[in-house]
């Protein structure tokens, strides 16, 4: 266990930034898997850009690489392109 009141403050602060990580990338997971199970292009149009900016920010926010994220856009748009 950490002795140093910073050690013990960078603790507390790295499990909630991992607990607020988690939940940002598991509702963006599930978020993807909603548009993937579309079949109407009209619906998966309307949420696609919702979906987009999710990844947007989780890349931006160091949760996933940037490739990753663009690999990941990639594959919805032209999931949606082939509704």
């Excluded at 910073?6 to 991992?18: D, F, G, P, Q």
């Excluded at 990580?21 to 998966?44: F, G, I, P, S």
């Excluded at 996933?64 to 999931?79: F, P, Q, R, V």
Aim: hydrophobic letters at 35%; glycine letters at 2%.
């Amino acid at each position: 266990m950490a002795n140093h009141k910073s050690a013990l403050k960078r603790i507390r602060n790295s499990e909630t930034k991992r607990l607020r990580n988690r939940y940002q990338h598991k509702t963006t997971r599930n978020a993807m898997k909603k548009l993937k199970e579309l079949t109407d292009k009209k619906e998966a149009e309307k949420l696609f850009p919702a979906v987009t900016s999710m990844i947007d920010k989780l890349a931006k926010r160091n949760i996933i690489h940037d490739n990753k994220a663009a690999n990941l856009k990639s594959g919805l748009a032209k999931h949606v392109a082939s509704l």
